[in-house]
Protein backbone atom coordinates (compact mmCIF):
# COMPACT_ATOMS: atom_id res chain seq x y z
CA UNK A 1 0.00 0.00 0.00
CA UNK A 2 0.95 3.38 -0.73
CA UNK A 3 0.35 6.56 1.57
CA UNK A 4 0.63 9.87 -0.76
CA UNK A 5 0.66 13.36 2.13
CA UNK A 6 0.44 16.42 0.30
CA UNK A 7 1.10 19.80 2.00
CA UNK A 8 2.01 23.06 1.12
CA UNK A 9 -1.88 24.64 0.52
CA UNK A 10 -3.05 28.11 2.10
CA UNK A 11 -4.26 31.43 1.99
CA UNK A 12 -2.51 33.62 -0.82
CA UNK A 13 -3.63 36.57 -2.98
CA UNK A 14 -3.01 36.57 -6.96
CA UNK A 15 0.06 37.06 -7.98
CA UNK A 16 1.70 34.88 -5.21
CA UNK A 17 3.31 31.81 -5.03
CA UNK A 18 2.88 28.63 -3.15
CA UNK A 19 5.11 24.96 -3.44
CA UNK A 20 3.06 22.18 -3.01
CA UNK A 21 4.83 19.22 -1.38
CA UNK A 22 3.69 15.40 -2.09
CA UNK A 23 5.87 12.29 -0.21
CA UNK A 24 5.06 8.69 -0.96
CA UNK A 25 5.73 6.07 0.90
CA UNK A 26 5.26 2.44 0.63
CA UNK A 27 7.24 -0.78 -0.15
CA UNK A 28 10.69 0.09 0.34
CA UNK A 29 12.97 0.35 -2.73
CA UNK A 30 9.81 0.98 -4.65
CA UNK A 31 9.05 4.35 -6.80
CA UNK A 32 6.51 5.83 -8.35
CA UNK A 33 5.02 7.96 -11.42
CA UNK A 34 3.37 11.27 -9.78
CA UNK A 35 1.12 13.55 -10.69
CA UNK A 36 -1.37 16.34 -9.25
CA UNK A 37 -5.14 16.69 -9.51
CA UNK A 38 -7.00 19.70 -8.68
CA UNK A 39 -10.97 20.07 -8.45
CA UNK A 40 -12.46 23.25 -7.31
CA UNK A 41 -15.80 23.61 -6.59
CA UNK A 42 -18.54 22.29 -8.37
CA UNK A 43 -16.35 21.12 -11.05
CA UNK A 44 -14.49 18.14 -12.04
CA UNK A 45 -11.17 17.00 -10.68
CA UNK A 46 -8.40 17.82 -13.72
CA UNK A 47 -5.20 17.21 -14.27
CA UNK A 48 -2.32 19.31 -13.30
CA UNK A 49 1.00 18.21 -13.79
CA UNK A 50 2.62 14.23 -13.85
CA UNK A 51 6.19 13.79 -14.07
CA UNK A 52 7.72 9.71 -13.75
CA UNK A 53 11.20 8.39 -12.03
CA UNK A 54 13.17 9.36 -15.11
CA UNK A 55 11.31 13.33 -14.73
CA UNK A 56 9.67 13.52 -18.11
CA UNK A 57 6.37 15.09 -17.89
CA UNK A 58 3.16 15.55 -20.05
CA UNK A 59 2.36 18.65 -21.74
CA UNK A 60 1.07 21.38 -19.07
CA UNK A 61 -2.86 22.43 -19.22
CA UNK A 62 -3.29 25.10 -20.96
CA UNK A 63 -4.82 26.76 -17.61
CA UNK A 64 -1.23 26.11 -15.98
CA UNK A 65 1.18 26.74 -18.27
CA UNK A 66 3.79 28.65 -17.86
CA UNK A 67 2.81 29.63 -14.09
CA UNK A 68 3.04 25.95 -12.81
CA UNK A 69 6.21 23.27 -12.65
CA UNK A 70 6.13 20.17 -11.23
CA UNK A 71 9.39 18.38 -10.12
CA UNK A 72 10.75 15.64 -8.23
CA UNK A 73 13.28 14.22 -5.90
CA UNK A 74 13.68 10.74 -5.64
CA UNK A 75 15.50 10.20 -3.23
CA UNK A 76 12.48 11.22 -0.98
CA UNK A 77 10.28 9.98 -3.34
CA UNK A 78 8.52 13.46 -2.83
CA UNK A 79 6.99 16.02 -5.96
CA UNK A 80 6.39 19.60 -6.14
CA UNK A 81 4.22 21.65 -7.76
CA UNK A 82 5.63 25.22 -7.44
CA UNK A 83 2.74 27.32 -8.50
CA UNK A 84 3.84 31.05 -9.59
CA UNK A 85 1.30 34.18 -10.34
CA UNK A 86 -1.76 32.18 -8.58
CA UNK A 87 -5.49 33.44 -10.13
CA UNK A 88 -8.58 33.21 -7.79
CA UNK A 89 -9.44 30.38 -10.68
CA UNK A 90 -6.69 28.25 -9.36
CA UNK A 91 -8.11 28.03 -5.99
CA UNK A 92 -9.12 24.30 -5.34
CA UNK A 93 -8.35 21.35 -3.75
CA UNK A 94 -5.09 19.69 -4.87
CA UNK A 95 -4.52 16.08 -4.85
CA UNK A 96 -1.44 14.08 -5.25
CA UNK A 97 -1.55 10.83 -7.38
CA UNK A 98 0.90 7.67 -7.90
CA UNK A 99 1.05 5.15 -10.06
CA UNK A 100 4.38 2.59 -10.68
CA UNK A 101 4.57 3.77 -14.42
CA UNK A 102 1.70 6.19 -15.24
CA UNK A 103 2.08 9.63 -15.92
CA UNK A 104 -0.32 10.36 -18.09
CA UNK A 105 -3.93 12.70 -17.51
CA UNK A 106 -6.34 10.20 -17.22
CA UNK A 107 -7.43 9.98 -13.24
CA UNK A 108 -8.59 6.77 -13.34
CA UNK A 109 -4.75 5.13 -13.83
CA UNK A 110 -3.73 6.29 -10.80
CA UNK A 111 -4.72 3.42 -8.24
CA UNK A 112 -2.97 6.17 -5.32
CA UNK A 113 -4.34 9.31 -4.08
CA UNK A 114 -3.26 11.83 -0.85
CA UNK A 115 -5.91 13.59 0.73
CA UNK A 116 -6.22 16.92 -0.88
CA UNK A 117 -4.68 19.95 0.17
CA UNK A 118 -6.55 23.48 -0.21
CA UNK A 119 -5.65 26.38 -2.04
CA UNK A 120 -7.22 29.43 -2.20
CA UNK A 121 -6.26 32.48 -3.92
CA UNK A 122 -8.10 36.04 -3.18
CA UNK A 123 -8.59 38.92 -5.81
Known amino acids: QVQLVESGGGLVQAGDSLRLSCAAS????????MAWFRQAPGKEREFVAA????????PYPDSVKGRFTISRDGAKNTVYLQMNSLKPEDTAVYYC????????????????WGQGTQVTVSS
Open 51 to 58: INTWGSSP
Open 26 to 33: GRAGSSYS
Open 97 to 112: AADTTYYGIMMSKYPY
